[in-house]
């Protein structure tokens, strides 16, 4: 996971992302499997038509079970059966029959109690919930399962995001999630950092970049098209793509040439792609880019660098052209985001150390480019960060980020009682709305986080479809080795969850399949007429054990997958109170911090001249 320290942020950034972007894709040759040996979901036609449900057998964790059964479709198709969490001799064993047994093993079920470290005790052992993704055709009425611990039927038509179906006295789990579908092709290219857009005609685009060879390229897609390589071989750090005014296909990207990092893109007009052109050509490097499509135009943030500091850009497409870079925030400005209203006003909010500790800022910049005051959200010496912009059908901008207690990632050690706040020890998600000209607290969204999983969610990706339905993307760390009181923690398992606003409240966060991957893995999410899309990568890590034990599962291959979902107009209306944030003590650990990390950046010396 990256460290967010200002003395290793502010380090020589293009060394930085080298190792960022290349060296876990140059380790993952040595054991990526053959094309041959996997699997990849459908593209076409995955969608059409179609709902996937999750069904966790052994929710209750009372004991091993045999849960071997199969399942009958009512008024449709079965589609296809997936495993989720299948261990040892599970096995999906027929179009739709299976055998799987939930297992005791060490694994970390939330929130139980961390394994206590003083007394030397054994991790923690607990009965591992394991199940099926079910895909059946959305005209479908039922889905008829025979279990050895008994039946149930699911009514299809009454599978929707936040309604959660229990069976079997609430041992067997039932829940609509998105159909997952991959994207990037079935090849032996590691593919990462996507990007998504739904043009005004209803088209869905996609963009990413995919590395072999120490190398990387850069691809478009139209959902449901092959992709089209874009880039030549190089080093290339994260993809935008949005459309302009004239019905135009951005694809932006950050790449490396000497010491520089710069923004170019490519643009696909009818059916044709132009030439590579530069955006940028100074502040290197320029990366963290982000294309917003607005009712007349294209807007784009990103961060470039003054003198060893980190500012906030924007730029607008105006007819062929783009605008000159206007610094609109800085310094220390990492993980931007940014949001247009109906009028063109553009919203941007970015998380910054300039304090000596991370904080959430934001500003409005005019239709016409005249930029209201910074105002700094938050000011306690907690860590907030990893901002999200969305703007509601009141033309109001929501903002959401995680936090964690303060001193985050300091220097601590196990026998310190007053030690900072570490790496693993939690993270949640907070949510407020400029309401009124101030900010306001919206529901709380721990209601939507299943209730073994609210230790540690973050990463928040807010949008608002064009029915006014307000979205939350997040994600959460769904299982790990060992969870011990001090908050050391490895071999996790990270995935995407989905929730919504409805009568005023969060709904139960959905399970995005395919969606397993790294800390921090990046994913996207955007509105449509009446839906949303999202994207992501997946590492296709697997939860695995050998004889009991729970073993860290690594990644296999990197792939980009999207997703829909819709849910209709929302009902009822959004109650916000007053934001008051919490108190924090300020722990002092490193009193001379600038001075140390200014004598660590002006330090200089000669190698053979």
């Known amino acids: 996971m990256r460290i967010r320290h200002a003395a290793v942020v502010t380090a020589t950034v293009t060394a930085i992302l080298l190792l960022i972007v290349l060296v876990p894709r140059f380790l993952a040759q040595s054991r990526r499997p053959t094309p041959a040996a996997r699997q990849s979901r459908a593209t076409n036609d995955a969608a059409a038509g179609a709902v996937s449900f999750r069904v966790v057998f052994g929710y209750m964790r009372a004991a091993a079970k045999p849960y071997d059964g199969s399942v009958k479709v009512t008024g449709g198709r079965l589609r296809s059966i997936e495993p989720w969490r299948f261990l040892r001799t599970d096995a999906v064993t027929g179009a739709n029959t299976w055998k799987l047994t939930t297992k005791l093993m060490v694994f970390e079920n939330l929130p139980d109690q961390p394994t206590t470290v003083a007394d030397g005790s054994a991790p923690a052992m607990n009965i591992v919930p394991e199940g099926l993704i079910v895909t059946v055709d959305a005209a479908a009425s039922g889905a008829v399962f025979e279990t050895r611990q008994g039946g149930f039927t699911v009514p299809v038509r009454q599978l929707r995001y936040g309604n959660v179906l229990t069976y079997l006295a609430g041992d067997v789990v039932v829940e609509r999630v998105p159909v997952a579908m991959q994207v990037s092709p079935v090849n032996a290219e590691e593919h990462d950092y996507p990007s998504i857009t739904v043009t005004r005609s209803g088209q869905v685009w996609t963009a990413w970049q995919a590395y072999q060879d120490r190398g990387d390229h850069v691809y478009a897609a139209m959902a449901g098209q092959p992709p089209v390589q874009l880039s030549g071989k190089g080093d290339i750090f994260r993809t935008s793509v949005a ?84 610094r609109v925030g800085g310094p220390s400005v990492w993980s931007p985001d940014g949001a247009v209203d109906r009028q063109g006003n553009l919203y941007v909010a970015w998380d910054s150390y300039v304090n000596g500790n991370y904080d959430i800022f934001f ?233 140390d990390v200014a004598r660590v950046r002006g330090y200089r010396t000669s190698v053979n001249g």
């Not at 170019?264 to 880019?289: D, K, L, M, Y």
């Open 363 to 595: 500003r409005r910049i005019g239709a016409a480019g005249t930029a209201d005051a910074v105002e700094q959200v938050t000011h306690t010496p907690r860590f907030e960060a990893h901002a999200s912009v969305a703007v509601d059908a009141q033309g109001r901008p929501w903002l959401a980020w995680d936090e964690s207690g303060s001193n985050w990632g300091k220097d601590w050690n196990h026998q310190d009682e007053q030690r900072s706040t570490v790496l693993y020890k939690d993270r949640a998600i907070k949510v407020v709305v400029k309401d009124g000209g101030e900010w306001k607290e919206a529901p709380d969204l721990a209601a939507a986080v299943p209730d073994r999983l609210r230790r540690y969610w973050q990463i928040p990706r807010l949008t608002v479809d064009g029915t006014g339905r307000v979205w939350a993307l997040f994600q959460v760390r769904t299982s790990a080795i060992n969870n011990r009181d001090d908050f050391w923690c490895s071999g996790g398992l990270w995935d995407l969850y989905l929730t919504t606003l409805e009568n005023g409240e969060w709904k139960p966060a959905a399970y995005v399949p395919d969606s397993t991957g790294r800390n921090e893995a990046p994913a996207q999410v955007t509105a449509g007429v009446d839906r949303i899309w999202m994207t992501w990568a997946t590492d296709g890590r697997k939860l695995h054990d050998t004889n009991g034990g729970y073993q860290a599962p690594t990644m296999v291959h990197y792939d980009v997958y999207m997703a829909q979902a819709a849910a209709g107009t929302p009902n009822g209306s959004v109650a916000l109170t007053k934001f008051v944030e919490p108190r924090a003590r300020a722990q002092v650990m490193h009193p001379n911090e600038k001075e």
């Open 243 to 326: 459309e302009d005014a004239q019905g135009g296909i951005h694809v932006v990207w950050s790449e490396r040439h000497g010491e520089d990092w710069q923004l170019f893109e490519r643009v696909r007009q009818g059916a044709e792609w132009s030439a590579t052109a530069q955006i940028t050509s100074g502040n290197s490097p320029n990366f963290f880019h982000k294309l917003i499509p607005t009712a007349n135009g294209l807007q784009m943030i990103w961060v470039g660098w003054e003198k060893g500091e980190s500012f906030l850009y924007r730029s607008a497409f105006e007819g062929s052209k783009w605008s000159a870079p206007q």
